[in-house]
């Protein structure tokens, strides 16, 4: 009886927890900061965990004003985005900028905002290996 315990609670412990490695988007996040291009002003960051790869799609949402132009940049594992995308929609949800250009992954895009309103910034994995990182939105009038 000891022994079918013991198996029994060995399995719980390591069938329960995570299967995904750990995932520390705040270390890619403080490492997008100062990635800003010069003149823009660090507004806010933002976690990109996408749990091992179970999550495909880790999306937050912001009020951008007209007259300002915001940039948004990635960072991933091994000092670039790591297949992280990052699209950014309107509030009527057409797409309005990416980090995809011509095929190419980039570090980062900057969008210039015609209208005020509710935008958001969705991360998704396009051969991503970590499914974590770290992004930041600068702002410049």
Request: charged letters at 15%; a positive charge.
């Amino acid at each position: 009886m000891k022994k079918f315990m013991y198996s029994l609670i060995m399995a719980v412990f390591l069938l329960g927890g995570d299967a995904y490695g750990q995932c520390n988007p705040e270390e890619f996040t403080n490492a997008c900061i100062p990635k800003l291009s010069q003149g823009f002003n660090f507004l806010k960051s933002y976690n990109v965990d996408g749990q091992g790869g179970s999550k495909t799609k880790v999306e937050y949402s912001y009020v951008f004003t007209k007259g300002t132009q915001y940039m948004i940049n990635v960072c991933g594992s091994g000092g670039a985005n790591d297949g992280i995308v990052v699209s950014l929609y309107d509030s009527k949800r057409n797409i309005v900028g990416s980090n995809v250009h011509n095929g190419q992954q980039l570090a980062a895009f900057v969008y210039p905002c015609n209208t005020t309103g509710i935008y958001y910034i969705t991360y998704t994995f396009d051969g991503s290996k970590a499914f974590c990182g770290g992004s930041a939105l600068g702002f410049k009038r």
